[in-house]
């Protein structure tokens, strides 16, 4: 995911709790959401956007959006 904006890594340890991925539970519906985005191939889907631009500001990856949109 180059010339995105990323997020945090969820395995890096921060100070309450130890690791941020520590505040979802794991039997929580985000996961599923989570595991089912990334195995999808969405530039064969139709998504725009799936390659980012060489020049100005990063955008969101189109697979975060996604991610927010199914679970929100």
Do not use: C, W
């Not at 979802?24 to 996961?31: I, T, W």
């Not at 985005?37 to 969101?60: C, I, N």
């Amino acid at each position: 995911m180059k010339r995105f904006i990323e997020g945090e890594n969820r395995e890096q340890g921060t100070l309450l709790p130890e690791h941020l991925d520590d505040y979802v539970g794991a039997d929580n519906p985000v996961r599923v959401v989570d595991v089912f985005v990334d195995e999808l191939d969405l530039s064969s889907l139709g998504f725009a956007r799936v390659q980012p631009a060489k020049t100005g500001r990063p955008a969101y990856h189109p697979a975060v959006l996604l991610k927010l949109y199914i679970y929100g």
